[in-house]
């Protein structure tokens, strides 16, 4: 029998099988630590990744035979080919990989493409450890000086961990230098025995007990603070500014506190260890600038363009992405990239490659210093440019166990991402205790190919999903994260990355020719590009109609959406519609981590819908076989509500909104699928299903009410804002 003619599995079987309540608790579990549960995630960053517990699910739903809350800690060997034309992070590759089965994974990003290839790519992980290890040595070799600081307790050589610095910039009425606090304390009385300030007169840094009131043991100043909402208070005069005007381009920073380690005193003090800046420490700045200034050619200069969110850089007077380093970083990074580039062996080069790309998000000038943790938190913390007044500059080469964030950790961290690639495994929970479990004989490597994979191969390309070249029915699914219209700006943020990781990878990688990671074919709602739903809609139905087009009769089409402007589902009905296919059911699942940065205290949902489609026709020759269906709205988000709760998980007002939102937009396909037109204008069909979403959001009402919360809101059909409020860290401003 020919590979594209293999017989149908059980019809309908995910829609049977899924246990919503299971995948619930595994899900919640693993997004509150998703780098335990799925290591693999630490190749690279990405925005928005889906827990791999509920795609392991999904795929066992559909390709399983058993009961999925047995199965699921059970190895498997699929047979069956799965794509995802939106393969971001890699969840679906790699979940479906580890199930044996080959995988068609598309992106328009490079860095997405990239980063899965680095996923699934074999690597000699003993050749990767000692290559890392190299490297570093050679960085301490050629940097390691300008990471040291003199210890104050026993005045020898000590490592520095963090440098802070804070914005500053002249005084309109006097002319001072007018450092930029939006608070003077840098270290809370919880990680550290005392709290830790910064004293503006002395200049120096104090320590003392937790207090409201603040001041200085020495001068008695208020230690509150000189800079909120955009203005600033003059020490010298007590002129109060709007500060924005008055910064430099790029913005100026001043060196004011080190925290540091030193290895014959830290054990026997209580705490950290922090200091005032002392001379040596700024020569060691001004060394660094010196050898930039002769030793800098690797650096991009690449100009930062317009776009939603690097409009915030602009605003901030940072014009090009070198802007956005100090000199010993980029001195640092310079040096860096030369000893990878010498790297001979291909794999371990692209291997250290991606660890370079990867922890640039903690070696830069939009890093902040977390009070309370006493760590950096990397420009990526939330999912955009967050430019704050402090900074906090990481050592670059790092200290073994010491910290986080500088490129040994990277090392380590890469190491144990492919290690689980190679040997997977499952946590399992016994009341508190937990429990490691080995997926003998799964693997999340591939063998890469250029075409239709067999078992355990993976095809890879960097290029619109709605120009793949799929033989028909040569797919048994297609499961993916599609974009969430403009929540995030994946080209945008990327591009940090991007433009570094070129350097390495321009004269082997044809994706990383270009100038920016930015495309037309990029599907993301953005203003600056006028990019709106009609766009966004043209974009999702080109490839939802080509995935139809490769999928097998009855195969299943599942994808997780939610975000909080129901509008937004617009899009995705008419791009199944115009595919033709229905929606069979919308199950529940969560999919976000409620204490993020970018959730908590917004109000938005950590829930998805999950839609299952299939081919209209085949649904309709085979409605007997459909599971019943709960067709009152209202009921169907108390059952998800219910399921949720049985997992431990009570909604909020905001989830509900979102499920509901969800069966709505399912209900508005199976109603409209007879009869679509596909020759009405794009902007009419988004109308039509927009004023049915409508109707039918009149008529719904959920019964359950999260406890205080406000019920959810009657879906508004308004064009999505752009971005969304986030809660941030320490002197951090939008």
Known sequence: MPRNEAPLRQPFALESRFDAAFTARLALREKQVQQSYRPIISI?????????????????????????????WQSHHVDAVIADPFMGGGTTMFEALRLGAGVVGRDVNPMAYWLVRQGVEKIDLDEFAAVGEKIWLQLLDEIGELYKTRCEHCDGDATVKYFLWVKTCRCPHCASVVSLFPGYRIAEAVRHPREVYHCPRCDRLREMEATKDPHCPECATSLKGNASRGKATCLECQT??????????????????????CVTCYPNVKGRQFKTPDSEDRQRVEAASRRLSVDGGDIP???????????????WGYQRYRAMFNDRQLIGLSTLLRLIRDVPDRRQRYAL?????????????????????????????????????????????????????????????????????????????????????????ESAEAALVGGLPRRGEAWLDCAPSQDVPLDRHSLDGVFTDPPYFDNVQYAELMDFCFVWLRTLLSDDIPAFRRAST?????????????????????GISAVFQRMRAGLKEGAPLVFTYHHNQPSAYAPLVVALLDAGLTCTATLPAPAEMAASLHIAGTGSSILDSIF??????????????????????????????????????????????CLQAGHIAGQTVRDLVDGWDLSVPVAARISIVTAHMASLAVTTRSRSRPPHDRPPPVPTLGRPPVGAPGRHGLGHLR
């Open 612 to 657: 299952v489609c299939r081919s209209a026709g085949f649904v309709a020759d085979n409605s007997a076989l459909l599971p019943d269906r709960c067709e009152d709205l209202g009921a169907a988000v108390d059952r998800d509500v219910a399921a949720m709760l049985a997992a431990d998980y009570a909604c909020t007002a905001g989830d509900v909104a």
């Open 240 to 261: 109060n500014f709007a500060f924005a005007p008055q910064l430099a381009t790029p913005p100026e920073h001043r060196l004011f506190a080190i925290e540091y380690q």
């Open 301 to 315: 200069d690449d100009v930062i363009p317009e776009g939603d969110e690097t409009n915030r850089l602009l605003r």
């Open 44 to 72: 690279h960053k990405w925005f928005a990744r889906r827990p791999g517990t509920l795609f392991r699910n999904l795929l066992l739903g559909e390709f399983g035979a058993g009961k999925v809350s047995e199965e699921f």
């Open 518 to 538: 930015r495309t037309e074919h990029e599907l993301t709602g953005n203003d600056t590009l006028n990019r709106g739903l009609v766009e966004f809609t043209t």
């Open 353 to 441: 490659a991606t660890v370079f790309s990867d922890f640039l998000r903690y070696q830069n000038l939009l890093c902040r210093y977390d009070t309370y943790a006493l760590k950096c938190q990397d420009i990526f913390s939330v999912h955009g440019f967050p430019v704050g007044l402090i900074a906090c500059e990481n050592n670059l080469p790092g200290t073994p166990r010491v910290g986080s964030g500088s490129f040994i950790h990277f090392v380590e961290k890469f190491r144990k991402a492919k290690r689980y690639a190679q040997q997977p495994f499952e946590i399992s929970h016994d009341g508190k205790r937990k429990r490691v479990l080995p997926m003998t004989g």
